[in-house]
């Protein structure tokens, strides 16, 4: 059972990911967790896996709030790579075939 565990949280290269791709995976796992917590039975085997699941929740706000708290703290990502390309000339395309005119 321990290897399933473990298995399940191996995921994509962590090289490959973006650290807001990876925020972004952390977060949407929270949500799971805390859905599946509120739809357990209240029985034995319920009550063991809510404990279970609100350490997890736990311990995964913690790493999300970390990450927004980084952020909010200019050490998150460089604000230059969230600049938007500059916008393409106003001339239009031309295929080459049509001259340039003073109305194209």
Same mark, same amino acid.
């Given at each position: ?23 972004? +995976?952390?977060?949407? +796992? ?43 703290? /200019? ?19 031309? /295929? ?9």
């Amino acid at each position: 059972m321990a290897d399933e565990r473990d298995e399940s949280r191996v995921g994509p290269d962590p090289a490959a990911v973006t650290p807001g791709e990876a925020a972004a +995976a952390r977060e949407r +796992a929270f949500w799971e967790t805390r859905r599946r917590y509120h739809e357990l039975d209240d029985d034995e085997a319920g009550r063991r896996e809510k404990r279970r699941l609100s350490k997890e929740s736990r311990r995964m706000n913690l790493e999300v709030r970390m990450h927004r708290y980084a952020r909010s703290h /200019d050490e998150g990502p460089d604000p230059a790579d969230l600049r938007l390309p500059p916008l393409p000339d106003d001339e239009p395309f031309r /295929d080459g075939d049509e001259p340039a005119g003073p109305g194209r």
